[in-house]
């Protein structure tokens, strides 16, 4: 490509990002129902937001990079004080439960119904697990549910994420090699990784705490300083295992949200401007991917998946999880009702699609278009049902 065409595509994938978020806040409903079509649309129309050709190899990185930093930044609003009781341990049940359960399930149907092989069944149960803070916090900002349900749903959608990215990048890893699933090797490799991670973690903790109490520097200075340093650490967990750096981000967000040494202030202009922008660009490049050959052969099957996530999986979930618990029907029941899918669903099905289709994985060209159909479809349906839903069952926060 030319510099002038590349200039061209960069600038087209801002507009359609940061338009379409402007059009969803006048329409008031979730940026994602609108990302997600307009950058499909776009892809099909033109080949100018193709980001692999605009980025070529260096796509997945800028991508793995980038939702790093979009977890370090919801790790920032989780108060490790107010995790406590019948909300912690619902939490850990969620996340214990909800994740082998999940990608069980989803693997178990997707092989008859997609008609996938085993490896690239497992592959997209093992995607299928996140949901997502970019997802759910925006939903939760227009509902405004009972404090408790939403502390729920915020931190499950922000402890999920990076379990399930590493949870992805070890799968592949069996997939390819063709291991058993579920072995003690297997195990152990999830395990090494959750290390790097939590190591990752401390450092860049460490690293926070030198950047902004012992240099003191000015709000702007600091805010991207934090940054810097996300990607930096982000970047080496990568290197020494792959998709570790996104657990690594979210502890260091927790540490710097957490402890009283360091002083955040309440509004991060920089961070939280450029979040939003990079939220944007990663769903109208990956959306641009996707052909729509590629979704006919998988829509209706793929609804179906969605059907059994919805319907069955997530309501029985919600009630083993907070079952012995002080919530009330209502409470479960909308929890139950809510698990959008993200960007990080997103973002590890255009990486591991790709390479497992190139490995000659049967079914696995499938991955995508079936994970972004997942996507906009669970944000679709959460996004404009979310609010009567909360109102029926009596879970709506009273108006202050």
């Known amino acids: 490509m030319t510099t002038d065409q590349i200039l061209f595509g960069l600038g087209l994938t801002v507009a359609l990002a940061v338009g379409s978020q402007l059009l969803a806040s006048w329409l008031r409903i ?25 980025l070529g190899a260096t796509f997945e990185p800028l991508v ?21 009781g019948d909300i ?42 996140v949901s997502g803070p970019t997802v759910v916090g925006p939903l939760l900002g227009f509902v405004r549910p009972a404090e ?11 402890l999920v994420d990076p379990i399930g990215g590493i949870l992805g990048a070890v799968v592949f890893g069996g997939v390819v090699q063709r291991a058993r699933l579920g072995s003690g090797a297997h195990l152990l490799q999830f395990v090494l990784s959750i290390g790097v991670g939590l ?3 401390v450092i860049g903790s460490g690293l926070l705490w030198l950047l902004m109490r012992w240099l003191r520097f000015g709000e702007v200075l600091a805010s991207t300083a934090q940054l810097a340093a996300v990607v930096v650490v982000a970047a080496a967990c990568d290197i020494a295992r792959d998709d570790t750096g996104l657990l690594a981000a979210i502890i260091m967000g927790l540490v710097v949200a957490n402890l009283k040494s360091f002083d955040l202030p309440e509004h991060r202009p920089v961070s939280e401007t450029l979040v939003q922008l990079i939220i944007g660009l990663l769903f109208i490049s990956i959306s641009a991917t ?11 099957p793929a609804l179906g998946l969605v059907a059994f996530l919805v319907l069955i999986v997530r309501p029985l979930l919600a009630y083993l999880s907070t079952r012995g618990t002080d919530l009330t029907t209502g409470e479960w029941c909308f929890i139950g009702w809510m698990d959008p899918r993200g960007i990080v669903a997103a973002a590890t099905a255009s990486t591991f699609s790709v390479q497992l289709t190139a490995r000659g994985i049967g ?23 979310a609010t009567p839903v909360a109102r029926r069952l009596h879970v709506v926060r009273a108006a202050s």
């Open 148 to 158: 408790r349900v939403g502390r729920i749903l915020l931190w499950e959608g922000s």
């Open 30 to 54: 979730p940026a994602l129902i609108v990302l997600l079509p307009t950058g499909f649309v776009a892809g099909a129309l033109t080949d100018d937001i193709d980001p692999h050709r605009l």
């Open 88 to 129: 912690r341990r619902i939490v850990i049940r969620l996340i214990v439960l909800g994740v082998p359960l999940t990608m069980a399930c989803a693997a178990l149907v997707a092989v008859p119904l997609l008609d996938l092989s085993a490896g690239a069944a497992v592959m997209l149960g093992a995607i299928l697990v």
């Open 199 to 201: 190591v990752g973690g």
């Open 363 to 385: 079914g696995a060209a499938k991955i995508l278009p079936v994970a972004f159909l997942v996507i906009v479809a669970t944000v679709t349906l959460y996004g404009l049902t």
């Open 64 to 84: 793995s990079l980038s939702v790093a930093l979009i977890l370090y930044e919801s790790g920032l609003g989780l108060d490790m004080r107010k995790l406590r």
């Open 290 to 300: 996707i052909t729509p050959r590629s979704l006919a052969d998988v829509a209706l």
